[in-house]
């Protein structure tokens, strides 16, 4: 449980998380649809990756017409993590000031 801890917040400090994160906050987005958080593919598919092992978000796969595509979506525990990053974000805005 601790490591899990320790991860989620070395997660929530790497560069893109807490966008894509607020991003999802807003409603389920497919990879595509993303690019405007992170445009490079690589290491959007990479957050998402590190996002979903630690169950901060859920992926579904939807048909559409021939193809598969993933639909990203915040779970419970994404929430709880977001307003995690935004408390701490909220902390080193005021001790900036």
């Known amino acids: ?5 320790k991860g989620i917040i070395r997660l929530l400090g790497k560069k893109y998380t807490y966008n894509m994160l ?9 990879f ?13 598919s990479q957050r998402l990756r590190e996002l979903e092992s630690l169950n901060l978000i ?8 021939r193809r598969a595509v993933s639909i990203y979506s915040l779970s419970e525990k994404g929430k709880k993590a977001l307003k995690l990053a935004e408390s701490i974000k909220k902390l080193e805005y005021e001790n900036s000031q």
């Open 1 to 5: 449980m601790v490591s899990e801890e």
């Open 32 to 44: 595509k649809a993303m690019s405007d958080v992170c445009a490079v593919e690589k290491m959007r």
């Open 22 to 30: 607020r991003s999802l906050e807003k409603g389920p987005r497919r």
């Open 58 to 65: 859920k992926v579904r796969a939807k048909r559409m017409g």
